[in-house]
């Protein structure tokens, strides 16, 4: 794939929404160069030395914060973490008093992961620093859909005429809308699959294909994404029982022979093993589940690297 010639001017990522093909393309090509950073013996670089990285998540996360930190370090950052819980927030600090006091402390970048949507956009009116969103509510999740992109352009060495389903609860995923967004503009096909009650026709209008029944589009697909039941923010009533979803919905060794001989198997993690996938598919050959971990790394470093070296 050609290197874009293009400037990086953006101080922030708060979406995928916003970004051009060009732009995307340009963060991956970013995160190859970091990538080979964690093949080194030292596996350090001091682009970031002398800044501050705040890691400030007001929702549970694992694979997320500690890959932000990881990366923050690599690139030599200082890097400070900050959580709800122990800390004013839970005094009743509003999120804006807790980010200025944050940033006076002279921080370079906030990474914020909050349970609201629009929160690190709120953020990004009211600091000066570099803004990150790892995770905003059910609205975007960009270097999730980065780090996705990069690992389907790493397996099939392309983006662009792959036909892509991201699979199960779409209401609700903040990965489904980055991804949405990304790999369209990137030129691949994207086929939501889920239950009415968690995928409604709008979709449509985002330029995917919507989907409610997985077998009749399994076999024609070159990735599989599958999500995960986001348990904690689904209503009772837009879900049948756990048995049915899985049923309808999950990727087990039946539907799996069904699939393209080459297909790639997909998932953000955390799973929840045998309800939206099952083990042997997750942990089985086609499976680019820890790729994923481990590409995030890289695309995260890309990211800190960028949003600093805006201009
Ligand atoms: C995702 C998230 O938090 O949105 N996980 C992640 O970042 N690795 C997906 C999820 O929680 O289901």
């Known amino acids: 794939m050609p290197h874009t010639p293009l400037r990086w001017t953006r ?74 819980k122990g800390s004013s927030i839970s005094k009743g600090e509003t999120l804006i008093d807790t980010a200025r006091n944050i940033e006076a402390m002279g921080v370079d970048i906030i990474v914020i992961r909050h349970p609201a949507a629009g929160a690190a956009d709120l953020l990004a009116r009211t600091v000066n620093c570099s803004v990150v969103n790892a995770g905003d509510g059910a609205h975007e999740h960009p270097t999730q859909g980065l780090l996705d992109l990069y690992t389907i352009r790493e397996r099939f060495g392309k983006i662009e005429g792959l036909k892509v389903a991201i699979v199960g609860d779409i209401v609700n995923s903040r990965v489904a809308r980055s991804n949405l967004w990304a790999l369209t503009k990137m030129g691949a096909e994207v086929i939501l699959v889920g239950p009415p009650t968690l995928l409604s026709k709008s979709f449509e209008a985002l330029g995917a294909r919507v989907h409610h029944n997985f077998d009749e589009v399994i076999g024609e697909v070159d990735v599989i994404n599958m999500l995960r039941v986001q348990f904690e923010r689904i209503k009772t009533s837009q879900f049948p029982t756990v048995r049915e979803f899985t049923r309808l919905f999950g990727l087990n060794q039946e539907r799996f022979a069904r699939c393209k001989k080459n297909v790639f198997v997909m998932h953000p993690g955390p799973m929840n093993r045998g309800i939206e996938i099952s083990s042997t598919i997750a942990d089985g050959p086609q499976s680019g589940i820890l790729k994923q971990v481990t590409n995030g790394l890289a695309v995260r470093m890309a990211v800190l690297y960028l949003v600093t070296h805006s201009g």
Do not use: M, W, Y
Request: a neutral charge; hydrophobic letters at 45%; aromatic letters at 8%.
């Open 11 to 84: 101080k922030h990522l708060l979406t995928l929404e916003a970004l051009s093909a060009d732009e995307l393309r340009f963060v991956l090509d970013t995160a190859d160069s970091f990538k080979e950073v964690s093949t080194r013996s030292v596996k350090k670089v001091p682009a970031l030395r002398g800044r501050v990285v705040v890691n400030c998540f007001f929702e549970d996360s694992t694979r997320t914060r500690t890959s932000f930190a990881l990366a923050a370090q690599r690139l030599s950052a200082d890097l400070i973490d900050f959580s709800e």
